[in-house]
């Protein structure tokens, strides 16, 4: 099997900034005693994505997200192949960022937010966390089809899929952290070495990816 070595770098590279810079806004409120808050959060993660996701896109397709590359594979755009290079490339670069993390920040700061971790707040059980993580990324992998995947697709870059994630950070952050991404709960859980509640950012951001993007390619984007 030929390693597709650009769009894994770009996606290597693009999932290092989206964990660094996510997981790190939520360091830095920490450090910060609160100072950047739910809404600093949300336009941290929204901006990275949205550079990150326009800089690798004509590389890559910048999905930065193994729920954006399951719905590829699931609408027949992507090779099983490829899938994987694509989904371990963003694993690696989110456990770099995770490590890199841990460079920059003491362990008094992380260790009350594990390192930026999401995580599911005492009042939200696995099953409700699984929902709420499958309705989120079906948002955000209908506004991937929808601004980029689809020829007609507006000419706006990765904005609408930054603004995506920084809504859904705003209502969920609180709830499940809003990760949307089994590679976002990954590298920093693994560099703090925090799994509570893991399999959740697995199963709801895949399922809700996958249906979100059967849906748009069979019958709404046409």
């Known amino acids: 099997m030929r390693i597709a070595w650009r769009p894994c770098l770009a996606e290597l590279i693009g999932t290092f900034a989206l964990c660094f810079i996510g997981a790190g806004?939520?360091?830095?409120?920490?450090?910060?005693?609160g100072a950047l808050g739910l809404v600093g959060i949300a336009i941290a993660h929204g901006l990275v994505l949205s550079i990150v996701v326009s800089a690798t896109g004509h590389i890559s397709g910048g999905h930065i997200n193994p729920a954006v590359t399951c719905a590829f594979l699931a609408t027949g755009r992507m090779g099983w192949g490829k899938g994987l290079q694509y989904v371990v490339s963003q694993l690696a670069g989110a456990a770099l960022a995770g490590y890199a993390l841990l460079a920059v920040f003491t362990t008094d700061v992380w260790a009350d937010v594990n390192l930026g971790t999401p995580a599911l707040s005492p009042d939200i059980s696995q099953g409700t966390g699984i929902?709420?993580?499958?309705?989120?990324?079906f948002f955000?992998?209908?506004?991937?089809?929808?601004?980029?995947?689809?020829?007609?697709?507006?000419?706006?870059?990765?904005?609408?899929?930054?603004?995506?994630?920084?809504?859904?950070?705003?209502?969920?952050g609180p709830l499940t952290g809003a990760s949307m991404n089994p590679a976002r709960t990954f590298g920093p859980g693994l560099a703090a070495g925090f799994w509570d509640g893991h399999i959740v950012y697995w199963i709801g951001p895949l399922l809700g990816g996958v249906i979100a993007g059967l849906l748009y390619d069979k019958y709404i984007g046409k």
Not at 26 to 33: F, L, M, R, S
Not at 131 to 137: G, R, S, Y
Not at 150 to 168: D, M, R, S, V
């Open 25 to 33: 806004a939520i360091c830095t409120d920490a450090y910060t005693e």
């Open 131 to 137: 929902f709420i993580e499958a309705i989120l990324t």
């Open 140 to 172: 955000l992998v209908f506004a991937v089809f929808g601004t980029a995947v689809h020829p007609n697709a507006p000419k706006i870059g990765g904005f609408g899929i930054g603004l995506t994630i920084a809504f859904n950070i705003l209502m969920a």
